[in-house]
């Protein structure tokens, strides 16, 4: 079929011309405008990724002579941005979940094609949104070597450039805050927030225009998440610069990601390559969970940071992670560290809270902080209520302690609630 450069370059794997039709009517009545190719073999499927270029491929799980699963590998070969969404009859969860964590994009079932064109709409978004993450990075770095250069500049030039480098300046926020999630991601993946197993909130005040936290919210599978919560020191350009390469790092992480102590490895060992490059200390404090509302693990690895917290619905007590387990030094100091996982149990109804110190370092007229007590106290009068209510609470009285006085380095909090945990047997919620 021509290419039109204005329609959807569509490849599928399938070896049944009725399903073809099908699939073709779902994507016409989704009001898709598409080119469609159909092949069934493996030397086909290789030369229409090459010839036909596609921007989304539509893969048969089962054929004669080729199956989805190596179609798979084959695309994350030759195409490694190009979704890749798995349609088939009948399959058992266990192969669905193992597609998904070998990159497949998502998964129709063959009888319930209307999903389909959500599904494309949505793998379409991911890929622009990961392209837009792409660019925004490569404009960051350039901004980099452009505010370098000017500090090298003459004292005299300094006051000349000062409304250009205001400009740069809120870029760089601009840029930075592209980097934080713009909507939170639900469980299973696809359904409305209001379904979701999980659901999130957040409050995040940078001291300047630029910050040195950075967190990110990431679904490992339908039934589990991480969430990655940083804090480099000190605050502005710099800080900022290296909250840039942390978010990058932890985007490599690929298959690591669902083990909380051996991504904080990782992620140490390329920093500190990294940071000893440089002159003068940098380090970066971390926390980094995941939940899986199947097994109801709530697995934990902590480099520095101040201890995320369990508040349990069912007992209203507030459990403190670091209190029975050994946390590991902030990360780029030390190359070889190993750090621990940990690991509790979470209940329906249970959140969890992470933190940088920013939140409880912050001081009232007579220069006390705050502190790391006085918040697990707060916390604790507040147990009783609704996460998002619990948050706002907690926040007024940091905001009622200092008086009008701002606050003194970044602050983040991130909370994460398990509305519901999936029926006995299943494996979604």
Known sequence: MQKNSQSL?????EDSEIDEALINRELKQGGIDFVFIRVESRSDFARAIKDFQPEIILSDYKLPTFDGAQALVMAKQLCPDVPVIMISGVVGEEVAVELLKNGATDFVLKDKLGRLVPVVQRALQEVESRN??????????E???????????????????NTLMEEDLEMARELQMAFLPTTFPTLPQGVSP???????CSLFYPTSRVSGDIYNIVPLSETAVAVFVCDVMGHGVRAALVTAMMRALEEQLGDL?????KSLTQINRSLHVILQQLDTTLFVTASYYVVDIVTKRLTYAIAGHPSPLVVHHGTEKVEVLTDSFDTGPAMGLFE????????????????????TDGIFEVENEQEQAFSEVRLR???????GLPMLKLVNEVSDEIVHFAKGREFTDDACLIGMEITRLPKCGTGVA
């Open 9 to 13: 370059r569509i490849l599928a794997l």
């Open 377 to 383: 106290e707060s916390i604790q009068n507040h147990v």
């Open 143 to 161: 901004l980099n070597e452009k505010l370098e250069h000017r500090v090298a500049e003459r004292t005299r030039e300094l006051w000349e450039k």
């Open 336 to 355: 070889d560290v190993e750090y621990l996982t940990g690991e509790t149990t979470v209940e329906e109804g249970d959140f969890i809270l992470t933190f």
């Open 132 to 141: 837009a993450r792409r660019r925004a990075e490569e404009q960051l770095r």
């Open 257 to 261: 990601a669902s083990d909380p102590g």
């Open 194 to 200: 209001a379904t979701s197993a999980v659901k999130f």
